[in-house]
């Protein structure tokens, strides 16, 4: 149901195409649709009963805003470059790069072959992607070595050791003619494009030879390529004669889910697949027009030359987008494919129910056990802070992030405290690191997290509820992480008057809150050890008379270790620029300190 401000503003809606982006109660978009209507997409939100992803979304919504366009078209272009640009939360979001490489013959004077991870408009030739790398590895070595081009950095004034190998044609000492490259490049693409049999007929001669001479070494080398070539060049299914480079999608839709599969036809044959799985909010045509469109904007890959879609799709937007002929197979081997590619999406979705059924108690229904013990809306995402140090030496804080009750942990940071003096004090610790975190946040204009976790008590929190108020005008949820005399997650810190909120130590929601405490504490004291590791050796070298600054670095660069460098020898030592005097100084200073340690050590 909605309430009376989102009622009186679905009533001045368009009747026009356009984008909307819906809020939740702190100003965060949330989600971000397309419409050919506005007016009756935005309403339909809010006007029928929904289950799932499109529930949840709706009860957090509690503001929206429209963008009107001119065309469906422009709404469309709209819609990709304002999820990329707010990543919303109930979006489906692509991520950069494929993953598998591709052969390129370089666009220059003297072309070379190599591996890369990246398509650039440069005009060079593209082939693959490939789903085998090191099989792609070993098809570009075999290349070079049948079908050489330039091995070398360029013209040196006598030849390259690729040259007197037979891998590379002169560019080092010789100017050659372009029409040496473009035979030699012709033949190359020949090969990539799958006419391999004039190849492996040669190779099959070498290996019987070898074989019969007895060079089995040198047999089971060639066995080797020619297996090389046929994972990476050769067909695994053929499609037809037809060697148009094609992507064809298809999906399976149920219970709000979406499962997608996309097969890569090149070189006549299905190369590779991908398949992905979201929960979805808008229909399954919108969520696949969207995905579609997100895959060609956001990753390095090469438009193919066709893509096939099932029925249903808007093909003719698609199509004028991405600048290629978008079509829907009726028949044939094509429209096999595409059937396939339903069923591999039905099968995948089914077993990712099985799943989820095992998992979400303990994820997103765990965070709305904790939400809701503290009478707060749904949440998703929670940082959440602890200190270390050692008798107040080498002071760090360090911060984890769990999203929807999941460590994210490319989220995690590390933070050397810099302007403490009195190392063990909490709250000036916990003050200088929720001002550099949030501060950061609000310039880079990031969205905040639903919740600031601290591990300690009240002092940790008023430290942490005085910067976000009084000095960021931020206001975000502040839980104190508290535990018993036996070191153990006891319960919660919330409200106004820092009241206690005991969870069931039975429940899941009480087990995510052990695991958050645990998590962020792990991750302080591996970075506070690494830290105070780091400066003890620091300090053992900075007493040893003509180790300065630069000395040291090289040492601790070269060995990481004290033990390590007083296994050196002097001429080790000597060998990284440390005058021999010092050299010297350094080895028996480290290996007095050692025996010293090691008779210490039987008192």
């Known amino acids: 149901m909605a309430s009376e401000y989102l009622e009186h503003k679905l009533a001045l809606l368009p009747d026009k195409?356009?984008?909307?982006?819906?809020?939740?109660?702190?100003?965060?978009?949330?989600?971000?649709?397309?419409?050919?209507?506005?007016?009756?997409?935005?309403?339909?939100?809010?006007?029928?009963?929904?289950?799932?992803?499109?529930?949840?979304?709706?009860?957090?919504?509690?503001?929206?805003?429209?963008?009107?366009?001119?065309?469906?078209?422009?709404?469309?272009?709209?819609?990709?470059?304002?999820?990329?640009?707010?990543?919303?939360?109930?979006?489906?979001?692509?991520?950069?790069?494929?993953?598998?490489?591709?052969?390129?013959?370089?666009?220059?004077?003297?072309?070379?072959?190599?591996?890369?991870?990246?398509?650039?408009?440069?005009?060079?030739?593209?082939?693959?992607?490939?789903?085998?790398?090191?099989?792609?590895?070993?098809?570009?070595?075999?290349?070079?070595?049948?079908?050489?081009?330039r091995r070398c950095h360029g013209y040196q004034g006598r030849p390259c050791l690729y040259y007197h190998m037979g891998q590379c044609l002169g560019a080092c000492f010789k100017k050659l003619p372009q029409e040496e490259y473009d035979k030699q490049i012709r033949r190359i693409k020949s090969f990539l494009n799958g006419n391999t049999a004039a190849v492996k007929k040669q190779?099959?001669?070498?290996?019987?030879?070898?074989?019969?001479?007895?060079?089995?070494?040198?047999?089971?080398?060639?066995?080797?390529?020619?297996?090389?070539?046929?994972?990476?060049?050769?067909?695994?299914?053929?499609?037809?004669?037809d060697k148009t480079p094609r992507d064809l999608f298809n999906f399976y839709m149920d219970k709000g889910w979406l499962s997608i599969q996309v097969f890569f036809i090149r070189q006549a044959r299905l190369m590779k697949r991908e398949k992905r799985l979201f929960p979805i909010v808008d229909t399954a045509v919108e969520e696949m027009t969207s995905f579609i469109l997100q895959f060609y904007n956001r990753r390095n890959n090469i438009l193919p030359k066709e893509i096939l879609l099932p029925a249903g799709l808007p093909n003719k937007e698609i199509s004028e987008i991405l600048g290629v002929p978008v079509r829907t197979p009726e028949r044939g081997e094509k429209r096999d494919l595409m059937d396939m590619a339903a069923e591999n999406a039905r099968l995948t979705l089914d077993e990712k129910f099985r799943l989820l059924e095992m998992d979400q108690s303990k994820t997103t229904g765990a965070m709305k056990e904790i939400t809701d013990a503290l009478g707060l809306p749904p949440a998703h995402k929670i940082e959440a802070f602890d200190h270390s140090h050692i008798q107040g030496v080498d002071p760090v804080s360090a911060m984890v992030v769990f999203v929807d009750g999941e460590p994210a942990k490319k989220l995690y940071r590390k933070y050397k405290l810099q302007t403490v003096i009195d190392h063990a004090d909490e709250a000036a610790s916990t003050r200088e690191v929720i001002r550099r975190r949030y501060s950061r946040l609000l310039k880079e204009g990031k969205p905040m997290p639903d919740m600031i976790f601290m591990d300690g008590g009240e002092?940790?929190?008023?430290?942490?509820?005085?910067?976000?108020?009084?000095?960021?005008?931020?206001?975000?949820?502040?839980?104190?992480?508290?535990?018993?005399?036996?070191?153990?997650?006891?319960?919660?810190?919330?409200?106004?008057?820092?009241?206690?909120?005991?969870?069931?130590?039975?429940?899941?929601?009480?087990?995510?809150?052990?695991?958050?405490?645990?998590?962020?504490?792990?991750?302080?004291?591996?970075?506070?050890?690494?830290?105070?590791?780091?400066?003890?050796?620091?300090?053992?070298?900075?007493?040893?008379?003509?180790?300065?600054?630069?000395?040291?670095?090289?040492?601790?660069?070269?060995?990481?270790?004290?033990?390590?460098?007083?296994?050196?020898?002097?001429?080790?030592?000597?060998?990284l620029g440390i005058n021999r005097p010092t050299a010297q100084l350094i080895k028996i200073s480290l290996q007095k300190n050692a025996k010293v340690a090691k008779g210490s050590s039987h008192d």
């Not at 090389?228 to 004669?241: A, H, L, M, P």
């Not at 039975?506 to 087990?511: K, L």
């Not at 504490?521 to 830290?531: D, N």
């Open 203 to 241: 190779l099959t001669a070498r290996m019987e030879k070898a074989a019969a001479a007895l060079e089995y070494e040198r047999a089971a080398e060639i066995r080797d390529q020619l297996h090389y070539i046929e994972v990476t060049v050769e067909k695994q299914k053929i499609i037809s004669n």
């Open 459 to 575: 002092i940790q929190m008023n430290a942490v509820k005085d910067v976000l108020e009084n000095e960021l005008g931020l206001d975000i949820p502040v839980v104190g992480m508290v535990k018993n005399d036996k070191h153990k997650t006891a319960d919660l810190l919330f409200g106004d008057q820092d009241q206690h909120v005991n969870l069931d130590p039975r429940s899941q929601g009480f087990y995510l809150v052990q695991r958050i405490q645990d998590e962020v504490h792990r991750f302080a004291i591996t970075f506070h050890r690494r830290v105070h590791t780091r400066h003890s050796l620091s300090s053992r070298l900075d007493e040893i008379k003509g180790v300065g600054p630069r000395t040291r670095t090289k040492l601790l660069k070269q060995y990481g270790s004290i033990s390590k460098i007083a296994q050196a020898s002097v001429d080790d030592i000597h060998a």
């Open 17 to 149: 195409p356009g984008c909307y982006l819906m809020k939740n109660i702190n100003g965060q978009i949330i989600y971000v649709g397309k419409a050919k209507n506005l007016k009756n997409r935005v309403r339909s939100y809010f006007k029928s009963s929904h289950t799932g992803k499109v529930a949840k979304m709706v009860s957090e919504v509690a503001d929206f805003e429209t963008i009107i366009t001119s065309t469906n078209k422009e709404s469309f272009l709209l819609e990709i470059t304002l999820i990329q640009k707010h990543q919303p939360y109930f979006n489906i979001k692509l991520k950069r790069g494929t993953g598998y490489p591709y052969i390129k013959i370089t666009n220059e004077r003297d072309p070379q072959t190599e591996i890369t991870g990246k398509i650039k408009k440069d005009g060079a030739y593209y082939f693959g992607p490939y789903p085998n790398v090191y099989a792609a590895e070993e098809t570009l070595h075999f290349i070079q070595k049948i079908y050489p081009l």
